[in-house]
């Protein structure tokens, strides 16, 4: 794992993509960075994820395990709604962003944060079968069932890695 944050490009950096000031964005879940920790003043910018995104920034989301729980859906939901780790505050709702971007940073966003964009993160022929299959439709659920969906099938490289049930398989 790789945190990134958004920030300014370092000009010569060696990195072509902080060279043509394409930023990405991480986002944590928790609120440490606090009006207690930096202020309220600072605090108003923290996860700042719409406005990132608004901005032309690309979204490069992933669980912060073990800072976090690992469980990208979780962590999903919470980008979409902005309730935030306690379960109950819903933090800066400007910020939210939508089903479909949030599940985009977590496939195609962090194939590209880790520079392999063309092999991973989006399903096309030549790129690795990396897939996970939902036991529900996240489009079709309301939002507060997202965190408790489950994977019935997992496959890494073409190869199936977890299955729920013989059943699916089979089918």
């Known amino acids: ?11 010569g950096a060696g990195c072509h993509r902080f060279d043509a000031a394409r930023p990405f964005c991480h986002v944590r879940t928790r609120r440490l960075n606090g009006p207690a920790r930096g202020g309220s003043e600072r605090e108003k910018h923290v996860f ?5 995104q608004k901005a032309g920034a690309r979204l490069v989301f992933g669980t912060d395990f073990p800072i976090d729980l690992l469980n990208p859906l979780l962590q999903v939901y919470r980008a979409v709604t902005r309730i935030d780790s306690g379960g109950a505050d819903v933090w800066h709702p400007h910020e939210r962003i939508t ?3 949030a599940l985009r940073a977590y496939t195609a966003g962090s194939a590209y944060g880790s520079f392999r ?3 991973l993160g989006t399903l096309e022929a030549g790129k690795l079968a990396d897939i996970v299959v939902l036991a529900r439709n996240l489009f079709a659920v309301p939002v ?3 965190p408790d969906t489950k994977a019935v099938l997992t496959i890494v490289d073409g190869k199936v890695v977890f299955e729920h049930t013989q059943a699916l398989v089979e089918s």
């Open 1 to 11: 794992m790789r945190r990134a944050w958004a920030s300014p490009p370092v000009p």
């Open 48 to 52: 700042s994820i719409n406005t990132l």
């Open 99 to 101: 089903l479909a971007e």
């Open 117 to 119: 964009e063309q092999e």
């Open 144 to 146: 507060e069932e997202i």
